[in-house]
């Protein structure tokens, strides 16, 4: 063996090390590719060796190779190998490699279970250190789920050291693991007041980050933090409190005001602040002096200046508006991050005073922008300002549409379909702006050739598309419709794009309807067949276009043109008919529309009406865009040509088909919408904006004109407003309606340009208000918005812990339930801070168990009925009697905070008290278990002289002072005021363990309130079960041997039928409900261990089969064993 | 909601100055807490010589995101200021000497305090090391990692005293050479 060890360092002598790998690496600048391939295979060589030394030495040269890119994931299976060496130099190597380079994905992972649970109980708190700090950076779901109870119970490590880390790493379990969060929240509850400022700060750190994602949760934490903020003098922890309750005040206004001394008194008393507080203090105090951030040359904090203005902003606009010279200054910054911030604040800044200056100025870098990338955030920025709100600021919308024009110049964006969407959106709702925008539109169409110039690389032809089809939509408007007409059929446009061109197509044929109809009207019939032929000669272009929908719209148009000239030279006047084709108005519809209609009740929307159709209906499903609806209208109105008959029964076919297609709805939801039944213009909910002259600027607009016709238009107003305000005249405007928040006096005198109405989007009838889909359903933290205040229910489980549904007792004549939550821990009498100082060094298992819930009515003194709330509660009472308890349960408690578990009546509105329990079991002491009872009153009454008894069983007696007698209760040590929560401890001695044991109890306590004080009690019940008296113990497979072989063991069996679940998830369960450790699993078989408090050993061994598993048992105590089976099966059987 | 709070958490004064305390609450957020994505430490010329990840991500991901960064912080000039927006991340970086240390945090993150920690890991290499320099982090990488680890912990940080820090990894390093010793003075140190 020495001579082994030797030889091993001998050879490893001529090995490299990190050194000269890092040396030869930079001694071979020329060929490093080559030279590394080499030490690569070295290494491989030397993972060979059995030698650990030289295999984490290698280890350790890979962890190198791997921050240089190369990839190093072949070596994990030696990584773990490393991991596992029982000396910290190795382990500490092996578990950096491992950091750097395990993820989910690596799949050795899982092998790696045993020996991070083995190193985390490690009496070397350095090996617990690195295996903690490697933990966090690979763990996986599975680990979390494993580990999670372990690192749970070093979060109660006797070295403050362990702790931190354990409680750090603890969110990042939750994040893997969610259901962990419950059953450890209390104890991380706990740590906010360790005695150990980095433990502390810790437990802030976790929790902060817990309750910025979902804050609501956390608010009843906020007593506690307010404490520790006024208590605290750790910088670092203060900042994370004043973040946290950055996040709560939002959701409890008075929180704030509460805040405002404290806080206070923090920025002035202390002295040693970092550039940080400076910074707070800035912000604080006065947004002046962001100014002088932002003026200030260091452009951190010119950036770190504009990014608190856009804080301010969010409240106070008008202090942030006065520096707008100074943002706007900001966009010529040469450093991007501060243009960019300073295009979010300018966002936030526009008015309906200032819009038109603001957007001209982003114009005029919009021309000067280098590079597309800043070009185009300056164009989606305009259109952002400008169309926010619903298009809350603009006052003159031929201004907006020539600003659209005017971004179409840009070349290069991306962005042409912003620029489309906001013109048909525009040209669809702003009504009076309909005459204008055609115009401009067919001015666009007339200019194709420019926009259109290289239309492959070039987005911004889509505007073209916008263009068309308002053009052709709204061809009423249209004054030269004949010029337009021939722009769309010149040949230059089959160089668009498909989709485009087909709505060239389809419009072209509205342009075409409206011009036959005045032609007709005027009596031109020469004229009218003069453009039937126009068309008749440009369509074949678009029919032989290689885009289908291209060709089967054009085809198709070209026919009935074709036909229409067959009745124009019969001289049948066509035009009524032609234009009856687009008839009807378009309504624009919400985007969410569709969404937010409720399904009715009873409609299983996935359900099958009919038996699926056996061929494809794919042609039927709806197309989305908004101008292939044009079709389905098409067929609706064709009236002339095709018989009527004939078109209705394929009307109705074709509706019955769509309903039977589950697709249909999916689709394409909004449109489809809009056709169903499109109410009359009248229905349609219009946003009356008042006043004054339109405005008409002559030639090509350009959007300064505007600006300055507005300029003086305001002038104007303002003059006649000074006439009327003379006259006491005043006059309420409609604008009041839409938006009476911020706008000051001035801002309200602008009156629109334009006599003007805002469609309004439609939304279905009854549309649920809910703004859910905002949510991103993948958001990670979202699985993490979990209620803390809810009493743990049994289904949730931590690997190793328990909960256990307790049964419900009824007194009849009770008028009001009461819900009573525990949760236990057999633990020791003594007090927790007593155990951590004597256990030092002790390996200390602590165990949580989860919480019971017991439902129990209970009676009540009945003085207090007469009163009218009482009145109410009756009532609900009874319905509540009929519920369910557990939906009782949450509505009317959505609120209390529970620990472990809790215990809770609530027996009025007066007096409610919530508990929660606490057993730990120590191998110190055998024959005691310490309950700790959390009550949360959660009444708005105040709690005092609780006194708790329990009825002592010969077994187990609830340890009292000297001289009391067992009728004797123990005082609870504190009141409770409403809302709060406190712990007690209550000690029980225990003559055996081998059995379970419940115990009857009650609190008494009296409830005062403003009415006076009444005495209130409350039953529960205590649950010790059997495996409440285990501790998880690891045990290793050789010493398991031995116990096996000893032969003093009795044992028993069970086995259970109909297990679904994977034999892993059953393991866990086993874990965790029983306190039970694997220590060893080969397939689907599994020996178990643990240990009672007592000393008893249990061995188990698992093996699952088809549907069933059976459980073969071994224990010291044939009575113990035969209830933990028991209390196995139970467990099992509701698998 | 109100009944969250118990009411005699507020006195009577809270319920006043409404205006004032908004205000101040916008600014909360400024002082978040760290929860770091990663952190680079990448030379002049570009080379890596520090990764840590705090968000498990593959490998190719990990070298596209560093090469991306590393290309778009060493494009920036000296004069401009140590943040910018990254896809949906924010980036503060520092240079000391020619190393670029680099992090990446989260949008409602601070910056400041990013600095900050960015700041106190140069120091707490600087104390281990004396001063320190990149030859110091390229050829001892390993001890530069064990003494990011006892400062942050999964992205956040877990001990605020540099003295705390460097003792643990003293001792740690003590723990190591002993055992060292113990197997026959054949370790790397004698290199």
Same mark, same amino acid.
């Given at each position: 063996?020495?001579?082994?060890?030797?030889?091993?360092?001998?050879?490893?002598?001529?090995?490299?090390?990190?050194?000269?790998?890092?040396?030869?690496?930079?001694?071979?600048?020329?060929?490093?590719?080559?030279?590394?391939?080499?030490?690569?295979?070295?290494?491989?060589?030397?993972?060979?060796?059995?030698?650990?030394?030289?295999?984490?030495?290698?280890?350790?040269?890979?962890?190198?190779?791997?921050?240089?890119?190369?990839?190093?994931?072949?070596?994990?299976?030696?990584?773990?190998?490393?991991?596992?060496?029982?000396?910290?130099? @190795?382990?500490?190597?092996?578990?950096?490699?491992?950091?750097?380079?395990?993820?989910?994905?690596?799949?050795?992972?899982?092998?790696?279970?045993?020996?991070?649970?083995?190193?985390? =109980?490690?009496?070397?708190?350095?090996?617990? *250190?690195?295996?903690?700090?490697?933990?966090?950076?690979?763990?996986?779901?599975?680990?979390?789920?494993?580990?999670?109870?372990?690192?749970?119970?070093?979060?109660?490590?006797?070295?403050?050291?362990? /702790?931190?880390?354990?409680?750090?790493?603890?969110?990042?379990?939750?994040?893997?693991?969610?259901?962990?969060?419950?059953?450890?929240?209390?104890?991380?509850?706990?740590?906010?007041?360790?005695?150990?400022?980095?433990?502390?700060?810790?437990?802030?750190?976790?929790?902060?980050?817990?309750?910025?994602?979902?804050?609501?949760?956390?608010?009843?934490?906020?007593?506690?933090?307010?404490?520790?903020?006024?208590?605290?003098?750790?910088?670092?922890?203060?900042?994370?409190?004043?973040?946290?309750?950055?996040?709560?005040?939002? #959701?409890?206004? &008075?929180?704030?005001?509460?805040?405002?001394?404290?806080?206070?008194? $923090?920025?002035?008393?202390?002295?040693?602040?970092?550039?940080?507080?400076?910074?707070?203090?800035?912000?604080?105090?006065?947004?002046?002096?962001?100014?002088?951030?932002?003026?200030?040359?260091?452009?951190?904090?010119?950036?770190?200046?504009?990014?608190?203005?856009?804080?301010?902003?969010?409240?106070?606009?008008?202090?942030?508006?006065?520096?707008?010279?100074?943002?706007?200054?900001?966009?010529?910054?040469? !450093?991007?991050?501060? &243009?960019?911030?300073?295009?979010?604040?300018?966002?936030?800044?526009?008015?309906?005073?200032?819009?038109?200056?603001?957007?001209?100025?982003?114009?005029?870098?919009?021309?000067?922008?280098?590079?597309?990338?800043?070009?185009?955030?300056?164009?989606?920025?305009?259109?952002?300002?400008?169309?926010?709100?619903?298009?809350?600021?603009?006052?003159?919308?031929?201004?907006?549409?020539?600003?659209?024009?005017?971004?179409?110049?840009?070349?290069?964006?991306?962005?042409?379909?912003?620029?489309?969407?906001?013109?048909?959106?525009?040209?669809?709702?702003?009504?009076?702006? /309909?005459?204008?925008?055609?115009?401009?539109?067919?001015?666009?169409?007339?200019?194709?050739?420019?926009?259109?110039?290289?239309?492959?690389?070039?987005?911004?032809?889509?505007?073209?598309?916008?263009?068309?089809?308002?053009?052709?939509?709204?061809?009423?408007?249209?004054?030269?419709?004949?010029?337009?007409?021939?722009?769309?059929?010149?040949?230059?446009?089959?160089?668009?794009?498909?989709?485009?061109?087909?709505?060239?197509?389809?419009?072209?044929?509205?342009?075409?309807?409206?011009?036959?109809?005045?032609?007709?009207?005027?009596?031109?019939?020469?004229?009218?067949?003069?453009?039937?032929?126009?068309?008749?000669?440009?369509?074949?272009?678009?029919?032989?276009?290689?885009?289908?929908?291209?060709?089967?719209?054009?085809?198709?148009?070209?026919?009935?043109?074709?036909?229409?000239?067959?009745?124009?030279?019969?001289?049948?006047?066509?035009?009524?008919?032609?234009?009856?084709? @687009?008839?009807?108005?378009?309504?624009?519809?919400?985007?969410?529309?569709?969404?937010?209609?409720?399904?009715?009740?009873?409609?299983?929307?996935?359900?099958?009406?009919?038996?699926?159709?056996?061929?494809?209906?794919?042609?039927?499903?709806?197309?989305?865009?908004?101008?292939?609806?044009?079709?389905?209208?098409?067929?609706?109105?064709?009236?002339?040509?095709?018989?009527?008959?004939?078109?209705?029964?394929?009307?109705?076919?074709?509706?019955?088909?769509?309903?039977?297609?589950?697709?249909?709805?999916?689709?394409?939801?909004?449109?489809?919408?809009?056709?169903?039944?499109?109410?009359?213009?009248?229905?349609?909910?219009?946003?009356?904006?008042?006043?004054?002259?339109?405005?008409?600027?002559?030639?090509?607009?350009?959007?300064?004109?505007?600006?300055? $016709?507005?300029?003086?238009?305001?002038?104007?107003?303002?003059?006649?407003?000074?006439?009327?305000?003379?006259?006491?005249?005043?006059?309420? &405007?409609?604008?009041?309606?839409?938006?009476?928040?911020?706008?000051?006096?001035?801002?309200?005198?602008?009156?629109?340009?334009?006599?003007?109405?805002?469609?309004?989007?439609?939304?279905?009838?009854?549309?649920?208000?809910?703004?859910? !889909? !905002?949510?991103?359903?993948?958001?990670?933290?979202?699985?993490?918005?979990?209620?803390?205040?809810?009493?743990?229910?049994?289904?949730?489980?931590?690997?190793?812990?328990?909960?256990?549904?307790?049964?419900? $007792?009824?007194?009849?004549?009770?008028?009001?339930?009461?819900?009573?939550?525990?949760?236990?821990?057999?633990?020791?009498?003594?007090?927790?801070?007593?155990?951590?100082? &004597?256990?030092? *060094?002790?390996?200390?298992?602590?165990?949580?168990?989860?919480?019971?819930?017991?439902?129990?009515?209970?009676?009540?003194?009945?003085?207090?009925?007469?009163?009218?709330?009482?009145?109410?509660?009756?009532?609900?009472?009874?319905?509540?009697?009929?519920?369910?308890?557990?939906?009782?349960?949450?509505?009317?408690?959505?609120?209390?905070?529970?620990?472990?578990?809790?215990?809770?009546?609530?027996?009025?509105?007066? =007096?409610?008290?919530?508990?929660?329990?606490?057993?730990?079991?120590?191998?110190?002491?055998?024959?005691?278990?310490?309950?700790?009872?959390?009550?949360?009153?959660?009444?708005?009454?105040?709690?005092?002289?609780?006194?708790?008894?329990?009825?002592?069983?010969?077994?187990?007696?609830?340890?009292?002072?000297?001289?009391?007698?067992?009728?004797?209760?123990?005082?609870?040590?504190?009141?409770?005021?409403? *809302?709060? =929560?406190?712990?007690?401890?209550?000690?029980?001695? #225990?003559?055996?363990?081998?059995?379970?044991?419940?115990?009857?109890?009650?609190?008494? @306590?009296?409830?005062?309130?403003?009415?006076?004080?009444?005495?209130?009690?409350?039953?529960?019940?205590?649950?010790?079960?059997?495996?409440?008296?285990?501790?998880?113990?690891?045990?290793?497979?050789?010493?398991?041997?031995?116990?096996?072989?000893?032969?003093?063991?009795?044992?028993?069996?069970?086995?259970?039928?109909?297990?679904?679940?994977? @034999?892993?998830?059953?393991?866990?369960?086993?874990?965790?409900?029983?306190?039970?450790?694997?220590?060893?699993?080969?397939?689907?078989?599994?020996?178990?261990?643990?240990?009672?408090?007592?000393?008893?050993?249990?061995?188990? $061994?698992?093996?699952?089969?088809?549907?069933?598993?059976?459980?073969?048992?071994?224990?010291?105590?044939?009575?113990?064993?035969?209830?933990?089976?028991?209390?196995?099966?139970?467990?099992?059987?509701?698998? | 909601?109100?009944?969250?709070?118990?009411?005699?958490?507020?006195?009577?004064?809270?319920?006043?100055?409404?205006?004032?305390?908004? %205000?101040? %609450?916008?600014?909360?957020?400024?002082?978040?807490?760290?929860?770091?994505?990663?952190?680079?430490?990448?030379?002049?010329?570009?080379?890596?010589?520090?990764?840590?990840?705090?968000?498990?991500?593959?490998?190719?991901?990990?070298?596209?995101?560093?090469?991306?960064?590393?290309?778009?912080?060493?494009?920036?000039?000296?004069?401009?200021?140590?943040?910018?927006?990254?896809?949906?991340?924010?980036?503060?970086?520092?240079?000391?000497?020619?190393?670029?240390?680099?992090?990446?945090?989260?949008?409602?993150?601070?910056?400041?305090?990013?600095?900050?920690?960015?700041?106190?890991?140069?120091?707490?290499?600087?104390?281990?090391?004396?001063?320190?320099?990149?030859?110091?982090?390229?050829?001892?990488?390993?001890?530069?990692?064990?003494?990011?680890?006892?400062?942050?912990?999964?992205?956040?940080?877990?001990?605020?005293?540099?003295?705390?820090?460097?003792?643990?990894?003293?001792?740690?390093?003590?723990?190591?050479?002993?055992?060292?010793?113990?197997?026959?003075? %054949?370790?790397?140190?004698?290199?």
């Amino acid at each position: 063996m020495a001579l082994k060890m030797v030889k091993g360092s001998i050879d490893r002598m001529f090995d490299k090390n990190l050194q000269d790998l890092v040396r030869g690496i930079r001694n071979h600048k020329e060929d490093e590719a080559k030279y590394i391939s080499q030490c690569i295979d070295e290494i491989k060589q030397e993972l060979k060796q059995d030698n650990i030394a030289v295999k984490a030495n290698a280890v350790c040269k890979l962890t190198y190779l791997q921050m240089l890119g190369y990839d190093i994931s072949w070596a994990a299976f030696n990584i773990i190998e490393v991991m596992s060496a029982s000396k910290f130099t @190795f382990k500490r190597i092996g578990y950096l490699a491992a950091s750097q380079c395990f993820h989910e994905g690596t799949d050795v992972i899982m092998l790696t279970t045993n020996q991070i649970r083995k190193d985390l =109980s490690s009496p070397n708190q350095y090996d617990t *250190g690195v295996a903690l700090t490697g933990l966090s950076c690979f763990v996986t779901p599975d680990l979390a789920r494993d580990l999670a109870n372990d690192i749970m119970t070093l979060m109660s490590h006797t070295k403050p050291y362990i /702790r931190k880390k354990a409680v750090l790493i603890m969110y990042k379990v939750f994040l893997k693991y969610p259901e962990s969060l419950r059953p450890a929240f209390p104890r991380l509850k706990e740590k906010l007041e360790d005695p150990d400022p980095g433990v502390q700060s810790a437990a802030v750190n976790v929790i902060c980050e817990l309750a910025r994602r979902n804050p609501k949760n956390y608010l009843s934490l906020a007593p506690l933090f307010f404490k520790l903020m006024t208590s605290s003098t750790n910088n670092w922890v203060l900042i994370k409190i004043i973040k946290l309750f950055g996040a709560l005040t939002p #959701l409890e206004p &008075r929180l704030g005001k509460k805040l405002i001394e404290p806080l206070t008194n $923090l920025i002035h008393s202390t002295s040693a602040m970092s550039l940080l507080y400076e910074c707070v203090n800035t912000v604080i105090l006065c947004v002046q002096k962001l100014r002088i951030l932002i003026e200030d040359s260091d452009q951190n904090l010119k950036y770190l200046g504009l990014l608190a203005m856009s804080k301010i902003l969010k409240t106070h606009p008008k202090s942030v508006q006065s520096h707008k010279d100074l943002i706007l200054q900001c966009l010529d910054d040469k !450093d991007e991050s501060i &243009r960019l911030r300073a295009l979010d604040l300018l966002y936030g800044m526009v008015s309906k005073k200032n819009l038109m200056e603001i957007v001209k100025k982003l114009m005029i870098h919009v021309d000067k922008a280098e590079g597309t990338t800043y070009r185009d955030e300056l164009l989606t920025k305009i259109i952002d300002i400008c169309s926010q709100s619903n298009y809350q600021y603009i006052t003159n919308f031929e201004w907006y549409i020539s600003i659209l024009v005017e971004l179409t110049r840009l070349e290069g964006t991306r962005h042409g379909h912003l620029i489309a969407a906001q013109m048909l959106d525009v040209a669809i709702r702003v009504k009076a702006i /309909r005459k204008f925008a055609v115009s401009q539109m067919a001015m666009l169409l007339d200019n194709a050739h420019l926009i259109a110039s290289n239309t492959q690389r070039n987005g911004i032809c889509e505007v073209l598309y916008a263009a068309a089809w308002i053009c052709g939509e709204f061809s009423e408007h249209l004054e030269e419709a004949n010029q337009t007409l021939e722009a769309m059929l010149r040949p230059k446009v089959t160089t668009l794009p498909g989709h485009i061109q087909a709505v060239y197509v389809q419009n072209m044929v509205k342009l075409y309807a409206s011009i036959l109809q005045q032609k007709e009207q005027a009596g031109e019939k020469e004229a009218a067949q003069e453009i039937t032929q126009l068309m008749i000669e440009r369509l074949p272009q678009f029919v032989q276009s290689a885009d289908l929908e291209v060709q089967e719209r054009a085809s198709c148009i070209l026919q009935l043109i074709k036909y229409i000239q067959k009745l124009q030279a019969k001289e049948v006047p066509v035009a009524e008919e032609v234009i009856a084709l @687009f008839a009807g108005e378009l309504n624009p519809v919400a985007p969410k529309a569709q969404k937010k209609v409720p399904v009715p009740e009873g409609l299983d929307l996935d359900a099958w009406i009919n038996e699926p159709p056996s061929d494809s209906e794919s042609e039927d499903e709806k197309p989305k865009t908004i101008f292939h609806e044009e079709e389905q209208r098409h067929s609706r109105h064709r009236q002339p040509e095709i018989d009527e008959e004939e078109l209705a029964r394929r009307r109705e076919a074709r509706k019955q088909e769509q309903a039977n297609n589950p697709f249909y709805i999916k689709s394409s939801p909004s449109p489809q919408k809009r056709y169903q039944d499109t109410p009359g213009v009248e229905h349609i909910p219009v946003v009356q904006i008042d006043l004054s002259v339109p405005l008409k600027v002559p030639g090509m607009p350009m959007s300064d004109q505007y600006v300055k $016709l507005e300029e003086e238009r305001r002038h104007k107003q303002k003059l006649e407003k000074d006439k009327k305000k003379k006259k006491q005249k005043k006059e309420k &405007r409609g604008k009041h309606h839409r938006h009476n928040s911020l706008h000051t006096e001035s801002e309200e005198d602008i009156a629109p340009a334009h006599h003007v109405d805002i469609i309004t989007e439609e939304m279905p009838e009854n549309a649920l208000p809910s703004d859910e !889909d !905002d949510k991103d359903p993948n958001d990670p933290y979202k699985a993490l918005d979990i209620d803390l205040d809810k009493p743990l229910a049994d289904s949730e489980k931590l690997p190793v812990q328990r909960h256990r549904n307790v049964e419900a $007792l009824k007194s009849p004549d009770s008028e009001v339930p009461l819900v009573e939550k525990k949760s236990k821990k057999p633990k020791k009498k003594e007090k927790k801070h007593k155990d951590k100082e &004597r256990e030092k *060094g002790k390996k200390k298992e602590k165990e949580k168990k989860v919480v019971e819930e017991e439902e129990e009515e209970k009676k009540k003194s009945s003085k207090h009925k007469k009163k009218k709330h009482k009145k109410e509660k009756e009532e609900k009472s009874k319905d509540k009697k009929k519920s369910k308890k557990k939906t009782h349960h949450s509505e009317e408690e959505p609120l209390e905070s529970v620990q472990n578990g809790t215990l809770e009546d609530e027996p009025l509105p007066v =007096s409610s008290c919530a508990q929660t329990y606490d057993i730990q079991g120590n191998l110190q002491n055998d024959s005691q278990v310490t309950v700790s009872v959390i009550f949360e009153n959660k009444s708005t009454s105040f709690l005092k002289s609780m006194e708790l008894n329990v009825l002592d069983s010969l077994n187990t007696k609830m340890l009292r002072p000297e001289g009391s007698s067992v009728h004797d209760g123990i005082p609870v040590p504190f009141q409770l005021p409403p *809302g709060i =929560s406190n712990e007690a401890q209550f000690v029980f001695t #225990l003559q055996s363990i081998v059995m379970a044991q419940k115990l009857k109890g009650t609190l008494s @306590f009296i409830v005062k309130n403003d009415e006076g004080s009444t005495h209130e009690k409350l039953d529960f019940k205590l649950h010790f079960s059997c495996a409440s008296y285990l501790i998880t113990t690891p045990c290793y497979s050789d010493a398991f041997a031995k116990l096996l072989e000893s032969g003093d063991l009795h044992m028993n069996s069970i086995k259970v039928d109909g297990i679904s679940i994977s @034999f892993q998830h059953l393991l866990a369960k086993i874990c965790f409900h029983h306190h039970f450790s694997v220590v060893e699993r080969v397939d689907s078989c599994a020996s178990m261990y643990s240990r009672s408090i007592q000393g008893h050993h249990v061995c188990l $061994l698992v093996k699952k089969g088809e549907n069933s598993v059976s459980i073969d048992g071994k224990c010291n105590d044939s009575t113990l064993l035969s209830n933990l089976l028991d209390e196995m099966k139970e467990t099992l059987s509701k698998c | 909601m109100s009944v969250l709070l118990p009411i005699w958490f507020f006195s009577e004064r809270d319920l006043f100055e409404t205006q004032r305390l908004r %205000l101040m %609450l916008f600014f909360f957020p400024l002082l978040s807490i760290q929860q770091m994505q990663f952190m680079l430490l990448f030379s002049r010329q570009g080379k890596l010589r520090l990764q840590k990840w705090y968000v498990p991500l593959s490998d190719k991901e990990k070298k596209k995101i560093t090469r991306e960064l590393v290309q778009t912080v060493l494009a920036r000039k000296p004069k401009m200021c140590s943040f910018l927006e990254w896809r949906d991340l924010k980036i503060v970086y520092k240079r000391y000497a020619s190393l670029y240390f680099c992090c990446a945090i989260e949008d409602q993150d601070n910056e400041l305090i990013t600095l900050e920690i960015i700041h106190r890991y140069v120091e707490l290499l600087d104390k281990y090391f004396g001063s320190v320099c990149e030859l110091d982090i390229i050829f001892n990488f390993e001890k530069a990692y064990f003494i990011l680890d006892e400062f942050l912990l999964g992205g956040e940080v877990q001990e605020t005293s540099k003295k705390n820090v460097l003792k643990a990894i003293e001792q740690a390093d003590l723990l190591q050479e002993s055992q060292n010793e113990d197997w026959g003075g %054949l370790s790397e140190d004698i290199l």
